[in-house]
T-cell receptor
């Protein structure tokens, strides 16, 4: 089954404690993204990756890092989380084989930073 | 600039039709999408329309595109309680290699009253 998995699904942490949210896809997609979803603000892209070792900033990259060492995985790293990073995070993997571009989303990670 | 606007809430009675509206600003949009987010889940692609089309129908879903007014709508016929969700409009810009980014609206929360 084609899917995007994220872990953990829920996380409560404290300010300054480094954390990583993992994302994995089994569709051999080259393009992957991270979004955060906040009430009234919709989805905002944090980082994206066009392929292995190729990453770039999205609309709200401050306070986040990513890496893309292999095609299937695209972890999101918060080196020093702060309360304003409390949010719902989605990883997405994008099919680029056709012109339409379909994004497949993970189930989300709800992060609370105290 | 890139901007996608949607109303935030819509409430309908079960069995009625729902119409969710979206406006976008970038005339170079090539594809426009509707995603559905059920409570506690990630976004799922419902349907999409190419910018040279006026209408697309898929079972209970009808997408109308008015390119002159940059207006997109999603009509759900015979709305059911299972249709209660947040619906996101999104646009894809350009058609060249690397143009895989989607710009999302803030989402319309559809509530279906039994």
């Amino acid at each position: 089954e084609a899917q995007v998995t994220q872990n953990p699904r829920y996380l409560i942490t404290v300010t300054g404690k480094k954390l990583t949210v993992t994302c994995s896809q089994n569709m051999n997609h080259e393009y992957m993204s991270w979004y955060r979803q906040d009430p009234g603000l919709g989805l905002r892209q944090i980082y994206y990756s066009m392929n292995v070792e190729v990453t770039d900033k999205g609309d709200v990259p401050e306070g986040y890092k990513v890496s893309r060492k292999e095609k299937r995985n695209f972890p999101l790293i918060l080196e020093s989380p702060s309360p304003n990073q409390t949010s719902l995070y989605f990883c997405a993997s994008t099919s680029t084989s056709g012109r339409a571009v379909e994004q497949f989303f993970g189930p989300g990670t709800r992060l609370t930073v105290l | 600039g890139e901007d996608v606007e949607q109303s935030l809430f819509l409430s309908v009675r079960e069995g009625d039709s729902s119409v969710i509206n979206c406006t976008y600003t970038d005339s170079s949009s090539t594809y426009l999408y509707w995603y559905k987010q059920e409570p506690g889940a990630g976004l799922q692609l419902l349907t999409y329309i190419f910018s040279n089309m006026d209408m697309k129908q898929d079972q209970r879903l009808t997408v109308l595109l008015n390119k002159k007014d940059k207006h997109l709508s999603l009509r759900i016929a015979d709305t059911q309680t299972g249709d209660s969700a947040i619906y996101f409009c999104a646009e894809k810009l350009g058609s060249g290699a690397g143009s895989y980014q989607l710009t999302f609206g803030k989402g319309t929360k559809l509530s279906v009253i039994p």
